[in-house]
Nanobody
């Protein structure tokens, strides 16, 4: 079992910045990658950014150059630094974790945190 606890988020004006954090606990040794998805009202949940245990990153085209994902392995925490925010970034952001092939129960999800960008 893995538990994911998110923090950060909130209301910000367009052009502003926010940082999200996601702390993992439990069987963290089985995590192969962590990242963030987001879901706007009436839309599907989409990948925002992903970072592997080896440090490789992947970003959605819509956030590339504005968002940065990073991790602190010692703290089992992943961060999402969001800059130059746009109203279309408004969504509930969900932390998630992928596991290695031998691990079961994946993916795990956080409870979600609201990000609202006003124009």
């Amino acid at each position: 079992q893995v538990q994911l606890v998110e923090s950060g988020g909130g209301l910000v004006q367009a052009g502003g910045s926010l940082r999200l954090s996601c702390a993992a606990s439990g069987s963290t040794f089985s995590i192969s990658a962590m990242g963030w998805h987001r879901q706007a009202p009436g839309k599907q949940r989409d990948l925002v950014a992903l970072i592997s245990s080896g440090g490789s990153t992947n970003y959605a085209a819509s956030v590339k150059g504005r968002f940065t994902i990073s991790r602190d392995g010692a703290k089992n925490t992943v961060y999402l630094e969001m800059n130059s925010l746009k109203p279309e970034d408004t969504a509930v952001y969900y932390c998630y974790a992928e596991g290695y092939a031998y691990a079961t129960g994946y993916p795990y999800w956080g409870q979600g945190t609201q990000v609202t960008v006003s124009s």
